[in-house]
């Protein structure tokens, strides 16, 4: 505590007294408190310490014989909406093609229990082994008419075919040598035919669109022994979270079981995040022979973690 101060040894004799019986109190209480520390008849009691507060998404590692990973609790902001009718984008939804809410919070799970339940879940961590952690991001697809009706034609795109073959097609102005010249039939049978057209439908090619809007609907995280990301779909997306490396007795060692040049321990997400998928404009045409719409994302070739170097 800090120091009380001197006792009077002159003055009247009534202020001595008193003055000198209110030091004699101080010191065999010690009601001042001092640099956090709390005095009392009993001693000096330090401050209580609070529990620590992890970051969102900070990594809890327990090494050993029984290696695991557990996540701090920590939130994802998406577009969300609190219905499971429409789950893929082959589903058109009645009404619902814009999210209840535009920033919903949503917390990831792992084996399906919050992060923040009691007991906390936890990711089983293979030694001696790479092991890489992922967070999915499970969308859902709602397909949609973005004018309502192909009968209102204000947003019909209507499709120009340019039938010139007889000059550059970067340009079409400079003409092409006569040899270079070609021309095409094209076969009814190939053509769908719209017997609705009429003055309010004008008859010529047209091209409607339909769009596809996403919205998250939960949040996972996943463990692999195996570096590239699983290949991704359009209703799946996967952000590296992070990996750690163990050696053959359970601890994360600075080099992996393949190389010594590798990082034992990396870990890339600390905070919120904000996940958005962006909306897709597709055609109509459910017979579509060419491709399916939208167009399924390539799996990645070749990509190396931060840190890391191949587990080929």
């Not at 209840?100 to 009691?118: C, H, M, V, Y």
């Not at 092409?176 to 004008?202: C, E, G, W």
């Not at 010529?204 to 699983?230: N, R, V, W």
Request: hydrophobic residues 30%; negative net charge.
């Amino acid at each position: 505590m800090h120091k009380p101060p001197e006792k009077l040894k002159r003055g009247w004799r009534r202020h001595v007294e008193a003055h000198n019986a209110l030091i004699d109190y101080i010191y065999k209480t010690h009601p001042i408190p001092a640099h956090g520390y709390r005095e009392t008849i009993h001693g000096t009691f330090p401050r209580r310490p609070t529990a620590p507060i992890l970051p969102q998404f900070s990594p809890i590692i327990t090494t050993g014989t029984n290696p695991k990973i557990g996540i701090s609790p920590g939130y994802i902001y998406s577009q969300y909406i609190d219905e499971a009718s429409a789950d893929s984008s082959t589903i058109q939804s009645s009404g619902k093609d814009f999210p209840n809410l535009q920033s919903a919070t949503i917390e990831p799970t792992i084996n399906g229990r919050k992060l923040s339940a009691d007991p906390a879940p936890a990711l089983a961590v293979s030694y001696p082994a790479n092991n890489y952690i992922y967070l999915k991001l499970t969308w859902r697809a709602y397909r949609s008419q973005p004018a309502n009706s192909i009968f209102d034609i204000d947003q019909n795109l209507k499709i120009t075919y340019a039938g010139g073959t007889e000059t550059d097609q970067k340009d079409g102005t400079n003409p092409l040598p006569a040899i270079r010249h070609h021309t095409h039939s094209i076969d009814l049978a190939d053509i769908h035919i719209d017997p609705s057209a009429s003055a309010s439908r004008p008859t010529g090619m047209s091209c409607d669109i339909h769009c596809i809007l996403y919205s998250l609907s939960a949040a996972e995280f996943i463990i692999q022994d195996y570096q590239a990301p699983p290949p991704e779909t359009e209703t799946s997306t996967y952000i590296p979270a992070g990996y750690i490396t163990l050696d053959d007795t359970g601890e994360i060692t600075t080099g992996t079981v393949l190389s010594d040049d590798d990082d034992g321990l990396r870990w890339f997400l600390n905070g919120s995040i904000r996940a958005w998928r962006d909306k897709q404009y597709v055609s109509a045409d459910e017979d579509n022979e060419d491709r399916d719409e939208p167009v399924a994302p390539s799996d990645p070739e070749g990509y190396t973690m931060p840190g890391q170097t191949t587990d080929d």
